[in-house]
């Protein structure tokens, strides 16, 4: 345990931020199953432009790496037109 007031607070928000994050990156992974298990190319499509959106979003905020984000667009897109 910290001994610092200034360690505890910042425990106490690190422990936010971690929630906040581990949220956000659940919900990236559950964006991403959901183009992945359309069949059909259209609610593909749609999902995908969700999905292309929160990565942008993410990486914006830090939460993935910005490559991460334009690696993960690049499979998806590869994915919908192979449809």
Same mark, same amino acid.
């Given at each position: @345990? %910290?001994?610092?007031?200034?360690?505890?607070?910042? $425990? !106490? #928000?690190?422990?936010?931020?971690?929630? !906040? =994050?581990? +949220?956000? !990156?659940? @919900?990236?992974?559950? %964006? $991403?199953? *959901? &183009?992945? #298990? *359309?069949?059909?190319?259209?609610? /593909?499509? +749609?999902?995908?432009?969700?999905? +292309?959106?929160?990565?942008?979003?993410?990486? /914006?905020?830090? $939460?993935?790496? !910005?490559?991460?984000? /334009?690696? +993960?667009?690049?499979?998806? /897109?590869?994915? &919908?037109? =192979?449809?």
């Amino acid at each position: @345990m %910290a001994n610092y007031k200034s360690a505890i607070r910042r $425990i !106490r #928000s690190s422990e936010r931020s971690r929630k !906040r =994050n581990r +949220q956000d !990156r659940s @919900m990236l992974k559950t %964006a $991403i199953k *959901s &183009v992945t #298990s *359309s069949s059909d190319k259209e609610a /593909a499509l +749609q999902n995908f432009n969700k999905t +292309q959106s929160l990565l942008d979003k993410l990486a /914006a905020k830090g $939460i993935i790496h !910005r490559n991460k984000a /334009a690696n +993960q667009k690049a499979r998806l /897109a590869v994915f &919908v037109n =192979n449809l």
